[in-house]
Every structure is written in structure tokens, then in C-alpha cells.
């Protein structure tokens, strides 16, 4: 059980790492029609878009004006609560039917960490002090049938005067100063 929690905190670290060394992807090949990328000026010439409630500053992201991508679990099928302004940013195939799940967040730590308290009603522990990395596991582990423990781990990425985890997916980078890993329960398969 110490070794997989380990290594799961180790594998976790390691994908921070690799996307803040990482070179910004590429689209894969063939995903635009030839009239995008045809017309890049037009898309650069078009005016910003203005925030929904005007109350909000521009630079707050709330979810009426964050758009939505389809391939964005819901909480449903996580089995966790989300954040409310977290923002998806992939998954990754941890192995035995499960993925793990990264969001990033503007929000300090304390906050998110207070948040899942709240919602989880687990106190969870700190796993890591610096950079501070807190873990809430959530349902029994099976080594049998799983790669990681289920819940959510809140990590840091401001640590150390870091300006956070670098986010390219959305054609600007942008930095979160805090990032929320998600590891639901395997999906288990139905048999006949």
C-alpha cells in the first residue's frame, strides 16, 4: 500500500514535471479543414469577447462565461465533486480500467484544500511539504483491480517562485497555481 501511494505521488510529480518541460503540442495532423487555416487572419481580427455578467471583471473566469468541451468529465462520471471554476486539462490512462484526471485552478491551495475538506468530509493528509501536495483518498484500494487508490490530490505548482503549471491546450498559455488531480474508481466492465 506505501508503495503504490508512493508511487502514485511520484508518477503524479513526474507529469508536473514533463508538462512544464514539455514543448507546446501541435495539433494533430489533418484536425483543421483547409478554410481554417485559410483565414487565421480573420479569426485574429475578430474583437474579444465581452464578459457575461458585467459585474465580473474580465479577468475572472466564471462558468457562465467558461466554455464548455465535451470530452470534460462531469461529476458524474468522476464520483467527485469538481471545483467550482476548475478547468479540465487531460487524463491520463493509469492502467487496470482506470484514468486519472488533471484540472487547474486559479485559486490558492489552501482554498482548494479547504474546499474538498468541506465537500469530501475527509481531512485527508499532506503527502508532500514542499512542494505542498495534499491527498484525500476516497474508497478502499484493491491491488487486484486497481492502479491507484481513488481521490483527489491538490498539489502547489506556485512553490518555490514558480509562476505555476503551464496549460497550452487552449492556444494561449496560461499558468494555475494550483492543480487538482482526480483518480475515480475503475470502471468495471459488464459481463454476460
Same mark, same amino acid.
Given at each position: 500500500? *506505501? ?92 492502467? *487496470? ?46 491491488e487486484s483491480t486497481m492502479a491507484f487508490p481513488p ?42
Open positions: 500500500m *506505501r508503495i503504490n501511494l508512493c508511487l502514485g505521488g511520484l508518477i503524479f510529480l513526474f507529469v508536473g514535471y514533463v508538462t512544464v518541460n514539455a514543448q507546446t503540442p501541435q495539433p494533430f495532423p489533418g484536425a483543421g479543414t483547409s478554410s481554417e487555416s485559410e483565414q487565421p487572419a480573420q479569426a485574429e481580427a475578430s474583437p474579444p469577447l465581452q464578459p457575461v455578467n458585467p459585474e465580473v471583471p474580465a479577468n475572472v473566469v466564471t462558468e457562465e462565461a467558461r466554455p464548455i468541451d465535451p470530452l470534460t468529465p462531469t461529476e458524474t462520471e468522476l464520483g467527485f465533486p469538481l471545483y467550482p471554476t476548475a478547468q479540465y486539462i487531460t487524463s491520463y490512462d493509469a492502467g *487496470r480500467n482506470q484514468r486519472y484526471y488533471l484540472f487547474g485552478t486559479t485559486a490558492v491551495f489552501e482554498d482548494i484544500v479547504a474546499y474538498y475538506r468541506t465537500v469530501l468530509r475527509n481531512r485527508g493528509r499532506t503527502i508532500f511539504d514542499e512542494p505542498p501536495t495534499h491527498w484525500f483518498q476516497i474508497g478502499r484500494f484493491r481521490g483527489v490530490t491538490v498539489k502547489d505548482y506556485t512553490w518555490a517562485g514558480s509562476a505555476g503549471y503551464p496549460n497550452a491546450t487552449a492556444g494561449t498559455t496560461e499558468r494555475f497555481p494550483t492543480i487538482i488531480q482526480i483518480v475515480p474508481s475503475p470502471v468495471v466492465s459488464e459481463t454476460p
